[in-house]
């Protein structure tokens, strides 16, 4: 079992800034990708940014040069640093993060979700 727990959502103003944390326990043997992804009320869930194991990086237009995913791999916690937000960043943030636990097996996990609101 992969437990992944979530904070830092909230209430700003646009233009304003928040950051993201997630952190994965549970009888982890290794964790690959790391990824952040919203879901807007009416809309499908989309891909933020993920970043690999070893670093390499991908974001959706949408927030690139904004966003800045990172991870502590000691801590098995990925974070999301969200600058210059606009009022169309509103929605609910999931993290999702795959690796594997005892005996090798794989696991992909979603954390619980926490929303952000950026008002105009």
């Known amino acids: 079992q992969v437990q992944l727990v979530e904070s830092g959502g909230g209430l700003v103003q646009a233009g304003g800034s928040l950051e993201l944390s997630c952190a994965a326990s549970?009888?982890?043997?290794?964790?690959?990708?790391m990824g952040w992804y919203r879901q807007a009320p009416g809309k499908q869930r989309e891909l933020v940014a993920v970043i690999t194991s070893g670093g390499n990086t991908n974001y959706a237009s949408s927030v690139k040069g904004r966003f800045t995913i990172s991870r502590d791999n000691a801590k098995n916690t990925v974070y999301l640093q969200m600058n210059s937000l606009k009022p169309e960043d509103t929605a609910v943030y999931y993290c999702n993060v795959g690796g594997t636990v005892a005996a090798n097996i794989a696991f992909g996990s979603w954390g619980q979700g926490t929303q952000v609101t950026v008002s105009s």
């Open positions: 549970g009888s982890i043997l290794s964790i690959s990708a």
